[in-house]
């Protein structure tokens, strides 16, 4: 929100105080000095207001996790162990889940609290791929990755899904590149060829790759320059 909306929300200061505390520099947000009306504040934002603290602020935090097969993608869940199990952080209640996977599926998973910035790393519009390794059941053929290119219509929620690419690496395995993440989409792709997904593994996200270095069920802290790419 804008800091002037900000300031001006709270009961204690009209607009007209607001514009005269900004361009008094009385206003600092992350400890620097505002004057722009317009300057962004977020709820990670710690802002003053003459020396007093009107919002504390807090650390926006971001994870990438190695999800592992087995294990739902919820915050709770009363049978099965969760993503969220597997975060050993003091505040792990705060984060959400940017991309769900299915219990069955591997790969890249995104923890954060920031739900500005997870929506832009999810959202279709955005266009980010997301790229999975796929092992079917039936042989894969040639033609899927036209049908793929052309999008394939989902009755329920009557839409047609957006250009996707398939590089076919085997008879059975491929990669699939997609900008959605709908409702178990990748199996209903296949599933329109009457073909089951038998392994399926999220190896990226945007320009975010799972880190080799992580073994099923390991996590860690994303660095300042793959926030940044998001
Ligand atoms: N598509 C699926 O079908 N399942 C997933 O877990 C992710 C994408």
């Not at 999008?151 to 899904?161: C, Q």
């Not at 997904?197 to 996590?219: F, I, K, N, T």
Request: glycine share 6%; charged share 25%.
């Amino acid at each position: 929100m804008r800091v002037d909306r900000f300031l001006s929300n709270l009961p204690r200061f009209n607009r007209k105080q607001v514009r005269l505390l900004l361009i008094a520099g009385q206003v600092r947000v992350d400890q620097v000095i505002v004057r722009d009306p317009l300057h962004e504040v977020r709820e990670f934002s710690q802002v003053e207001c003459a020396g007093e603290v009107l919002q504390a602020g807090r650390p926006a935090r971001y994870f990438m996790l190695h999800k592992p097969m087995g294990c739902v993608s919820a915050t709770q869940d009363p049978q099965h162990p969760t993503v969220l199990d597997l975060i050993d952080e003091p505040d792990r209640h705060e984060l959400h889940i940017a991309g769900r996977l299915d219990y069955n599926t591997s790969g890249l998973m995104i923890i954060t609290n920031d739900g500005q910035w997870s929506r832009r790393l999810t959202q279709p519009q955005t266009k980010l791929l997301k790229v999975y390794y796929v092992e079917t059941e039936q042989v894969i053929l040639a033609n899927y990755a036209d049908t793929f290119r052309e999008g394939i219509y989902f009755a329920f929620e009557n839409l047609t899904t957006q250009p996707a690419h398939l590089d076919i690496l085997g008879d059975y395995s491929a990669r699939l590149s997609i900008v959605e993440g709908r409702y178990h989409q990748v199996k209903r792709m296949f599933g329109h060829f009457q073909n089951k997904v038998l392994r399926l593994h999220r190896e990226s996200m945007g320009p975010l790759q799972l880190d080799p270095q992580l073994a099923p069920g390991q996590y860690r802290a994303l660095t300042a320059e793959e926030i940044q790419q998001i």
